[in-house]
């Protein structure tokens, strides 16, 4: 159980386009959703947080315009990467709380985007 | 001083070895303490989490936490080529669920 889904696992757009990624958890209800950043050989930076049905909560740092989250439903959250720039290109990963268990944090697989 | 100190390695063990990884942290509030794996291009994947200082065991992981000294462990024993994987502590208080990580451990284990 606690599975989470991320599509696309691999997204190359070019500079100026926007790219949608999509978090899903599969078998459990999330009360939260949380989207972290990582570098190469770095550990994950928490980017925002949020919950079904609210505004997400940014991280000091991260623009909200530029990064637009959206927590539709209690299974689904998308992060969308506005007028994407090379220095987006990162590996995007989103983490679940489920309802039930609320200190556990469970990650999808991430996703890589490169931008040209 | 940072809020979670691990050292980043890398270690580099033989198959079979007992692995010891371990993390600092400077805030008494936090409370659940977790120990994630991540193989390279992935998610990193929850292996254990306790709640205040005691040990926990689970098959050939064993995690360990010494809150009065700030100090978290995880033995891994009887270590396998695919425990080969970058190790991440992550603590939180409990009040908004946020984890904090430490920069991850880089395990090699040798066959």
């Known amino acids: 159980g606690a599975v989470v889904s991320q599509h696309p696992s691999w997204v190359i757009c070019k500079s100026g386009t926007s790219v949608k990624i999509e978090c899903r958890s599969l078998?459990?209800?999330?009360?939260?959703m949380f989207w972290y950043r990582q570098f190469p050989k770095q550990s994950l930076m928490l980017m925002a947080t949020?919950?079904?049905?609210?505004?997400?909560?940014?991280e000091q740092g991260v623009e909200k315009d530029k990064f637009l989250i959206n927590h539709a439903s209690l299974t689904l959250s998308t992060l969308t990467v506005t007028s994407a720039h090379p220095e987006d290109s990162s590996f995007y990963i989103c983490s679940a709380t489920p309802r039930d268990r609320t200190y556990e944090q469970y990650f999808g697989p991430g996703t890589r985007l490169t931008v040209t | 001083q940072k809020e979670v100190e691990q050292d980043p390695g890398p270690l580099s063990v033989p198959e079979g070895a007992i692995v010891s990884l371990n993390c600092t942290y400077s805030n008494s509030a936090f409370q659940y303490f977790m120990w994630y794996r991540q193989y390279s291009r992935k998610g990193p994947e929850l292996l254990m989490y306790?709640?205040?200082?005691g040990n926990k065991e689970d098959g050939r992981f064993t995690a360990q936490v010494d809150k009065s000294s700030k100090y978290i462990s995880l033995f891994i024993r009887d270590s396998q080529p695919s425990d080969s994987a970058t190790y991440l502590c992550?603590?939180?208080?409990?009040?908004?669920?946020?984890?904090?990580f430490g920069k991850g451990t880089l395990l090699t284990v040798n066959p």
């Open positions: 992550a603590i939180t208080t409990g009040s908004n669920y946020k984890l904090t």
């Open positions: 078998d459990f209800q999330a009360t939260t």
């Open positions: 306790t709640y205040s200082s």
């Open positions: 949020s919950n079904e049905g609210s505004k997400a909560t940014y």
